[in-house]
């Protein structure tokens, strides 16, 4: 009876022909990111024109109608219903407050917490732009033992914290001047764009990480899988 192959996994698994989504993909491509900056706009607009109340189930409405238009055209739901989650907590809080601010209060107090956590991950020696990535690639946590690997993820993990951190400081600061107005510009300027750079940065720490433990596995390792140092021959004994 022939021996069947071995089941293959992870890198080994064959290949279903479909290409990994990018980054930009995941996060719905270039229609998602308009879609979810659209509420906002609404938000704004009619607020402006009217008052919160109405402004508040515009922009309600309109994440809803943009849910439903990604279900129907079959497009990723993930951003859709992301949208939705965050649609629906500003709403609460709005109508907590009866604040037109309101409605950015969940956004901004979000970004404190995101640059909290990645500056406690960094004094800890844990980056967590690092261990998100090695956690959802399921790469493993190799990098932490070699401290120039664990330097790269450190300096994508602060552009982190400063991304977080801007959003923070300046969206706050003009929710104490309740300029609704220029919170929405803020939201939206100070989103995907700055997202987008963190992201690169990270792609590039990867990268870096990534070539890094190649190069000490290559070191460890010889061509051709011979010892470095092959073992001398016996010497013979002296004829008596």
Not at 147 to 172: C, E, H, M, P
Request: hydrophobic letters at 50%; a neutral charge.
């Amino acid at each position: 009876m022939s021996e069947q192959p071995a089941p293959t996994s992870g890198d080994e698994a064959e290949d279903d022909g479909k290409p990994t989504p990018t980054l930009l993909e995941q996060m719905g491509g270039i229609s998602g990111l308009i879609y979810s900056s659209v509420p906002i706009v609404v938000f704004v607009l009619v607020n402006y024109i009217f008052d919160w109340q109405p402004a508040l189930w515009a922009a309600v409405g309109v994440a809803v109608a943009i849910a439903v238009l990604r279900l129907v055209r079959r497009e990723p739901l993930q951003p859709a219903i992301s949208g939705l989650f965050g649609i629906a907590v500003a709403a609460f809080i709005t109508i907590r407050t009866g604040s037109a601010k309101g409605f950015f209060a969940f956004g901004i107090w979000s970004s404190l917490v995101y640059c909290g956590a990645f500056l406690i991950s960094a004094l800890v020696r844990w980056p967590l732009a690092g261990v998100i990535w090695s956690t959802l690639n399921n790469t493993g946590f190799k990098w932490r033992s070699d401290k120039t690997a664990r330097l790269y993820y450190d300096i994508a993990t602060l552009v982190w914290i400063l991304v977080f951190g801007s959003k923070f400081v300046v969206q706050q600061w003009l929710y104490d001047q309740n300029n609704v107005g220029l919170l929405g510009l803020a939201r939206i300027a100070m989103g995907y764009p700055l997202t987008a750079i963190a992201i690169a940065v990270t792609v590039w720490a990867v990268r870096k990480a990534d070539k890094r433990l190649a190069e000490l596995n290559a070191g460890e390792q010889p061509p051709g899988g011979q010892p470095e140092h092959p073992p001398r021959p016996a010497q013979e004994e002296p004829a008596t």
